[in-house]
């Protein structure tokens, strides 16, 4: 067990739906991170965030949108739902000192698996 | 854009034998790090590897790094049924880490 709860673990929905996606870190993460899994693209990194604040952005759609709350839990919202976002998504944490550190170990939620019908 | 790339994509291998996998990347880097994952399961961390640094050992895991060659191969000794997963190596840079399309190792029993 990484520490790392992700919400929900399976979900199915249909195309040009809207869907939220859950993370709560490791007790006393700061950093999160969303990475997308799929066969064709492999692992791509979304955007991580540290404290609240958006650090870094990847290969993220602009359909795709994130956020850091206050108790340091993550969402991961999707909207207008396309076939091709069908993937495993998954929220990772870490202890992320500051902007200068290099990134260490990431600790990975189960991923949520979403089907887009 | 993928940093990392593994090589084999695939390995067959049986149990008892040696495993090894390579790593290739582009950019340079701040350290290097080896992640496992059961069928459709989270990474699970294995090792990293900063890089000044050009072997690292962890129980039955060896790593290596060449940065002048941009490249570090993982060995996993002495294999078992177990250690049937993907692989695959992540390049740290500034904030990002970024993951390679990995390598399924098969080991028979």
């Known amino acids: 067990d990484s520490g790392v709860t992700q919400t929900p673990k399976h979900l199915i929905t249909a195309t040009g739906q809207r869907v939220t996606l859950r993370c709560s870190p490791r007790s006393g993460d700061l950093s999160v991170y969303w990475y997308q899994q799929s066969l064709d693209q492999g692992l791509q990194f979304l955007i991580q965030?540290?404290?609240?604040?958006?650090?870094a952005k990847g290969n993220i759609l602009e359909r795709f949108s994130a956020q850091q709350f206050p108790d340091l839990h993550s969402e991961l919202n999707l909207s207008s739902l396309e076939l091709g976002d069908s993937a495993l998504y998954f929220c990772a944490s870490s202890v992320y000192r500051s902007a200068e550190s290099n990134t260490g170990e990431l600790f990975f939620g189960e991923g949520s698996r979403l089907t887009v019908l | 854009s993928q940093q990392g790339e593994e090589d084999p994509q695939a390995l067959s291998i049986q149990e008892g034998e040696n495993a090894t996998m390579n790593c290739s990347y582009k950019t340079s880097i701040n350290n290097l790090q080896w992640y496992r994952q059961n069928s459709g399961r989270g990474l699970v961390h294995l090792i990293l590897?900063?890089?000044?640094?050009r072997e690292k050992h962890s129980g039955r895991l060896r790593v290596t790094l060449d940065t002048s060659k941009k490249s570090s191969s993982l060995l996993i000794t002495a294999s078992r049924a177990a250690d049937t997963a993907s692989y695959f190596c992540a390049t740290s840079r500034y904030s990002t880490l970024t993951f390679g399309k990995g390598t399924m190792l098969l080991v028979s029993p």
């Open positions: 590897i900063r890089s000044n640094e």
């Open positions: 965030y540290y404290n609240g604040e958006e650090r």
